[in-house]
């Protein structure tokens, strides 16, 4: 692994196609934003011979669009597939976003790979996110190491850093994270720091130079043996420890000396078993070098410690009716399955979908089956379709190589897939299959929007369409209630990208707008009212008369409408003309022009003429007896009422019920829910937390997360409600 003696770079270039499933490697880069994720790809394609110095494509010949990958990542809002070659054996790096908002991209990396490698800064320490995210990998079990950027940076304590992973992901076994190698720092500079200029191997006891800008081998001095002595014994005590030899510790606590193959081969499968998480450091290459410092440890690390694909026990898998079938793992030879982890439009090829293969063989031109699990509730439509697939690729920035067929185990874009969006399954036509979706985090910011002219209204469904297509993580609603469109999104990040893919993207100009929330009008009493309508101007005359008592009813009874006529003063057949014109003028709102729900109208008297009564006039004077009556009640402005669970970690309890109580919410209870955290749960009026995703993140440092749902509608205060009566034309 990363502490063989051995070290040279593959074949130069990027990935091609594999034939088995062995030879492929498949690593999710995870780490806050600013962490040093992107450089890191960089180094790591430097190292492996995909670019060169200048950061131009090795077969290319033309500037690469390796700088549109870096373009694209320092803006932190996609995930990004890089597959390079080294030492036989095709490693596809997928670097994800760092902010929080674009955690559907992360979810995505982490379905594709088989192993996360955790760019952790040796400046900045481990944040809230990356804790939760290790917990994640954690629960499913999935191989992890952890990797120290920004050594270059004066307050860059390697192994102080080394305390923190230890502490933050160790959990009961701190000894389960230890370092594979110590930084070695050259010549103090005038400033007083001392710059790393290479690595001390633990196990090798091996000094792996990379001052020239090429790593090379070299044995330590005695100063340097005994600088790794203590950290190599607790190295090597951690890995006996997780070796499935029960007798390898008590032959080392008898002073036996392990053979350095047997160290690392039980180093090996502690890392791909997921029980043991080595530490490496790493640096960006200087101008001109060839090599960036444990860039060739880390690409050892990754095709001798994590896990091949065949290592993955197979997806959860049913027919698209529900019948479960059962997929071998990983097979190139069984059935079709094949999963859409990224959805992207390219203005010259259309949609290209990033597509990882879990059993059979995708080969271009061939016919597949799209089968898609919906998400009807966030604007995605669902469909069964046959498609047929275009070229296969392996992608490099905004680059294609084609490749020949996608095995088992590897990933691959795929263009022309038009109905395909992420999250769906591809399978053969004739045995169409539905993988288990990966969880969703559920968007809860709200964007109103409008098109700002009446050809980007044209275009606006089309663009809206596309854009949650590509985007699992975000809703699009059309809301009956406030005639809004609503996008909602994850955070300001991601609702700012939307609008900017709209605009740049679609060609499409949308506005902004307040969000509106869909309150409700009830009565606070009984009360009663007389429509009169009655009219004289030639020909047939207008009349109807009505009276009706209203009085309110329990929450989420609705409208109810009794008739109560005695002695045919309204006519049988112009009743539910009343009701008709009750429940419209009920729809319009008889206060401040919201729906009035929860009430019982009461017809019980009226009058009709044998000419001049007519559907229209009795509908007409309902509606003016319902008006009549609000005029002379109380009328409760009624607002929507969340119930709002929000996890917590225990040392921000306090700021997060602090806050719900100033949003006039009401806790209604706390329980632990085990790591240090806290279930609050409360509820809380809708108005009142429109932004609650932005600032619960600022009050928790990024470390809570929350769900809501609809409750109920109840009163507004009296002070609230005027003032949205103030606002309200024609109230």
Request: hydrophobic content about 40%; proline content about 6%; some cysteine.
């Amino acid at each position: 692994m990363g502490d063989k003696a051995h070290a040279h770079p593959g074949a130069a270039g990027r990935a091609t196609a594999v034939d088995h499933p062995a030879s492929v490697r498949n690593v999710v880069l995870v780490g806050h934003s600013g962490s040093g994720k992107t450089t890191l790809v960089e180094a790591l394609a430097l190292t492996a011979g995909a670019v060169n110095r200048a950061g131009r494509v090795e077969d290319g010949g033309t500037v690469s669009d390796y700088d549109e990958i870096e373009h694209r990542q320092q803006r932190s809002v996609q995930l990004s597939l890089v597959p390079v070659d080294w030492d036989g054996y095709k490693i596809n790096i997928l670097d994800t976003p760092g902010y929080a908002d674009f955690v559907g991209e992360l979810r995505a990396g982490l379905r594709a790979a088989d192993a996360a490698l955790f760019v952790v800064s040796a400046s900045d320490g481990v944040d809230g996110s990356t804790r939760m995210v290790w917990e994640e990998c954690a629960a499913v079990g999935m191989p992890r190491a952890i990797v120290v950027t920004h050594l270059e940076s004066a307050r860059a304590d390697f192994e102080e850093m080394t305390r923190i992973c230890a502490e933050a992901f160790g959990g009961d076994d701190p000894d389960a994270v230890l370092p594979l190698y110590l930084p070695l720092r050259g010549p103090e500079a005038p400033d007083g720091h001392a710059p790393v200029t290479g690595l001390i191997g633990l196990l090798t006891q091996r000094l792996f130079d990379y001052a020239s800008g090429e790593r090379k081998e070299a044995e330590p001095g005695p100063e340097q043996r005994q600088l790794i002595e203590d950290a190599r014994n607790r190295l090597i005590e951690g890995i006996i420890a997780e070796s499935e030899d029960e007798t390898l510790m008590d032959r080392y606590l008898g002073g036996e000396e392990i053979d350095l193959k047997t160290l690392v081969q039980d180093l090996e499968r502690a890392v791909a078993r997921g029980t043991f998480f080595p530490v490496l450091a790493a640096a960006p290459a200087a101008e001109g070098a060839r090599q960036g410092l444990g860039t060739v440890e880390l690409l050892e690390l990754v095709t001798g410690g994590f896990p091949t694909p065949l290592e993955r026990p197979a997806p959860s898998v049913t027919t698209p009716d529900g019948a479960s079938r059962a997929v071998e793992a990983c097979d190139p030879d069984g059935p079709l399955l094949a999963e859409v982890v990224k959805t992207a439009s390219d203005p010259y090829v259309g949609r290209v979908s990033l597509v990882r293969v879990f059993s059979g063989t995708l080969r271009p031109d061939a016919t597949v089956h799209v089968s898609g699990h919906g998400l009807t509730d966030r604007g995605h439509e669902d469909h069964d379709v046959d498609e047929r697939i275009g070229t296969l690729s392996a992608p490099f920035g905004k680059q294609q190589r084609a490749l020949t067929h996608c095995i088992a185990g590897d990933l691959a874009s795929v263009a022309k897939l038009n109905r395909a969006e992420t999250g769906d399954t591809l399978s053969a036509k004739d045995d169409p299959l539905l993988m288990e979706p990966w969880r969703m985090p559920d968007p809860l910011l709200p964007l109103a929007i409008e098109a700002h002219s009446k050809a980007d209204e044209d275009k606006l469904s089309q663009g809206l369409g596309r854009l949650v297509a590509e985007d699992p993580t975000m809703r699009l609603e059309q809301n009956p209630a406030t005639h809004q469109v609503v996008l909602w999104c994850l955070g300001e990040a991601h609702a700012d990208v939307a609008l900017e893919r709209l605009r740049n993207r679609y060609g499409v100009q949308v506005d902004v707008v307040p969000h509106k929330v869909s309150l409700r009008e009830t009565f606070a009493g009984t009360s009663s009212g007389r429509g009169r309508h009655v009219k004289q101007s030639g020909g047939h005359g207008q009349f109807a008369i009505c009276e009706i008592e209203v009085e309110p009813l329990p929450n989420g009874s609705g409208i109810e409408f009794v008739d109560k006529v005695i002695g045919g003063a309204v006519p049988r057949q112009f009743i539910p003309s009343v009701e008709k014109g009750v429940r419209a003028q009920a729809a319009r709102g008889v206060a401040a022009g919201y729906p009035l729900i929860d009430v019982r109208v009461t017809l019980r008297d009226g009058k009709a003429h044998s000419v001049d009564s007519s559907d229209a006039a009795f509908q007409t004077a309902g509606a003016l007896a319902l008006r009549e009556a609000a005029a002379d009640a109380r009328i409760h402005l009624l607002e929507p009422v969340a119930e709002v669970s929000v996890l917590v970690g225990d040392d921000y309890v306090g700021a997060v019920m602090s806050d719900l109580s100033g949003r006039r919410g009401r806790v209604v209870g706390t329980e632990q829910a085990g790591g240090g955290r806290t279930l609050v749960r409360a509820e809380v009026p809708e108005i009142e937390i429109g932004r609650y995703a932005v600032d619960l993140r600022s009050i928790s440092h990024g470390t809570a997360r929350f769900d809501r749902h609809y409750a109920r509608h109840e009163p507004m205060p009296q002070q609230i409600a005027e003032r949205i009566r103030e606002r309200t034309p024609d109230s």
